[in-house]
C-alpha cells in the first residue's frame, strides 16, 4: 500500500508564500503523472498543477503565481506558492498516477491565506 504524504500548509497573509510537499512512502518507479489539486468549502476539487513527463500545467488562476517541480530520486512532489490572495484558501492534495494503474492521493494539508 502506497502513502502519500504531504506537508508544507499552514496560515499565511495575502501576498505571501508557502510550499507543499508531497511524498510517496515507497519508491514508485512508475510514476507517469503527479499532480496537485484543491478543495475550498462547498466547492468541488479543482485541478491546481500538474506534471506528465515533459508536459506541466496550470489553472489559470495560478499562473505566474505558483510553481511544480518534482524530485524524480525521491518521488517526491513540490508546489511552490507565491503571490498567495484569499481565495487560494483550500485543502491541497497531492496526486500520483502510475503507468500500471496506481492512483494516490494524499491526505491534504490546509492553506488558509489572510486578508
Known amino acids: 500500500q502506497v502513502q502519500l504524504a504531504e506537508s508544507g500548509g499552514g496560515l499565511v497573509q495575502a501576498g505571501g508564500s508557502l510550499r507543499l510537499s508531497c511524498a510517496a512512502s515507497r519508491r514508485l518507479f512508475t510514476i507517469n503523472f503527479m499532480g496537485w489539486y484543491r478543495q475550498a468549502p462547498g466547492k468541488q476539487r479543482e485541478p491546481v498543477a500538474s506534471?506528465?513527463?515533459?508536459?506541466?500545467n496550470y489553472v489559470d488562476s495560478v499562473k505566474g503565481r505558483f510553481t511544480i517541480s518534482r524530485d524524480n530520486e525521491r518521488d517526491t512532489v513540490y508546489l511552490q506558492m507565491n503571490s498567495l490572495k484569499p481565495e487560494d484558501t483550500a485543502v491541497y492534495y497531492c496526486n500520483v498516477r502510475t503507468i500500471i494503474g496506481g492512483y494516490y492521493w494524499g491526505q491534504g494539508t490546509q492553506v488558509t491565506v489572510s486578508s
Open positions: 506534471i506528465s513527463g515533459d508536459s506541466v
